[in-house]
């Protein structure tokens, strides 16, 4: 069993950075792939990153490359999400998921992932 929470979000301007924790209680955390996801207002959930459980390899979609970074540290059972030069449209409800193994055939698809936190809100202004 694996329990998730989210801190870090809030209100930012445009073009700054901002990190996100995930905050992880269970032994398992330590043997599962975990991911970020976002959810704007009316719009689907949306993969953000993933990294495998023992953080040697990671997947980000093509448009946020080069501006997210996913990373993670076993021995404090936390995950990162470091977003840099924030946007408007980042906008979103971030969620951390851990899957109940190391890695994942589909880093995008929700289903992969058994262990959810709340979310944390982003708020990104022009």
């Known amino acids: 069993q694996v329990q998730l929470v989210e801190s870090g979000g809030g209100l930012v301007q445009a073009g700054v950075s901002l990190r996100l924790s995930c905050t992880a209680s269970g032994s398992a955390f330590t043997s599962s792939a975990m991911a970020w996801f976002r959810q704007a207002p009316g719009k689907e959930r949306e993969f953000v990153a993933g990294i495998s459980y023992s953080g040697d390899s990671w997947h980000l979609p093509d448009s946020l490359k080069g501006r997210f970074t996913i990373s993670r540290d076993n021995g404090k059972k936390l995950g990162y999400l470091l977003m840099d030069t924030l946007k408007p449209e980042d906008t979103a409800d971030y969620y951390c998921?851990?899957?109940?193994?190391?890695?994942?055939?589909?880093?995008?698809?929700?289903?992969?992932?058994?262990?959810w936190g709340q979310g944390t809100r982003v708020t990104v202004s022009s």
């Open positions: 998921a851990a899957a109940n193994k190391p890695h994942v055939p589909i880093w995008d698809s929700p289903q992969e992932y058994i262990y």
